[in-house]
Nanobody
Framework: QLQLVESGGGLVQSGGSLRLSCAAA????????IAWFRQAPGKEREGVSC????????YYSDSAKGRFTIFRGNARNTVFLQMNVLQPEDTAVYYC???????????????????WGLGTQVTVSS
């Protein structure tokens, strides 16, 4: 069974950093585009970043540009989201999602992705 597992969330002070991991169980991610989404309480889920299956296009939301970096690990089954200069408004549950043979474009919709992890909580204190 194909599974995605997120890790790396936690509590951090404003201005701090976290690195989230999205690990695949039962398959490798090299042919998959991986996107990170987040959902804060009472808000809709939003796309934060996406890396294409061919490592071509990379997408960042306006809120993520300049602070977050998405990249693949040396092992073929992990994608990371490095988050720097975190702010309280970054507090949310972060999810990774996968889609086979997909190129990330200028907007990432959750409906584009069929395989999801269960999420990891990120809390940024002021």
């Amino acid at each position: 069974q194909l599974q995605l597992v997120e890790s790396g969330g936690g509590l951090v002070q404003s201005g701090g950093s976290l690195r989230l991991s999205c690990a695949a169980a039962g398959f490798t991610l090299e042919d998959y585009a991986i996107a990170w989404f987040r959902q804060a309480p009472g808000k809709e889920r939003e796309g934060v970043s996406c890396i294409s299956s061919n490592n071509g296009n990379i997408y960042y939301s306006d809120s993520a540009k300049g602070r977050f970096t998405i990249f693949r690990g040396n092992a073929r089954n992990t994608v990371f989201l490095q988050m720097n200069v975190l702010q309280p408004e970054d507090t949310a549950v972060y999810y990774c999602a996968a889609r086979l043979y997909y190129s990330c474009s200028g907007y990432v919709r959750d409906s584009f992705f069929s395989l999801w992890g269960l999420g990891t909580q990120v809390t940024v204190s002021s």
